[in-house]
């Protein structure tokens, strides 16, 4: 497993476990930012796997803010 996959894994786990608990104030905030976090690593990958398939080279790619990733329409 790559380090991107890694990490989602690795998030996706420990939102799990947040949700499992008792959702307070604090557990939402860091859901949130596992979520923001999140959304950054699938954009990352996703311009990996575009660079690859277009020649480039995908360690070219670079994380974008999260406040650009997050303007994204779905």
Known sequence: MDALHQQIHDLVET???LRA???DDEA???IERIELQLD???DL???RNA???FG???DAAH???ISEVESYLQ
């Open 21 to 23: 608990g008792e959702m």
């Open 40 to 42: 950054q690593i699938w």
């Open 15 to 17: 939102e799990q476990r």
């Open 51 to 53: 660079r690859k398939e």
């Open 28 to 30: 939402r905030a860091e």
């Open 45 to 47: 990958l996703r311009q």
């Open 56 to 58: 480039q080279d995908p």
């Open 63 to 65: 994380a974008r803010p």
